[in-house]
């Protein structure tokens, strides 16, 4: 089994700066891509910065300047560094991973979760 663990989402004023960690462990043989999404009640869920295995990014349009994905591939953990948070960044951030597992399959596996609140 593989679990996905999310941790740093806290609350904060429009401007400031959050630092979100995920950590993948378990029956993990390698793990390809990692990222993250977002998702508020309401909406669809919403990509916000991805990273390969090779250290290729990508980011959505709003994340663009703002926001940074790392990797540390020992550890397998993914962080997201936000800055200048706005009040529209506010949602519940997710972490996913795409894992090959000690069985020889392959999958995304997703974390539950860590909630992003952005005040004015």
């Known amino acids: 089994q593989v679990q996905v663990v999310e941790s740093g989402g806290d609350s904060v004023q429009a401007g400031g700066s959050l630092r979100l960690s995920c950590e993948a462990s378990g029956t993990i043989a390698s793990i390809n891509a990692m990222g993250w999404y977002r998702q508020v009640p309401g909406k669809k869920r919403e990509l916000v910065a991805g990273?390969?295995?090779?250290?290729?990014?990508n980011y959505a349009d709003f994340a663009k300047g703002r926001f940074g994905i790392s990797r540390d591939a020992a550890k397998n953990t993914v962080a997201l560094q936000m800055n200048s948070l706005k009040p529209e960044d506010t949602a519940v951030y997710i972490c996913?991973?795409?894992?090959?597992?000690?069985?020889?399959?392959?999958?995304?596996?997703w974390g539950p979760g860590t909630q992003v609140t952005v005040s004015v």
């Open positions: 996913v991973v795409d894992v090959r597992t000690t069985w020889g399959t392959e999958g995304d596996y």
């Open positions: 990273i390969s295995s090779s250290g290729a990014t």
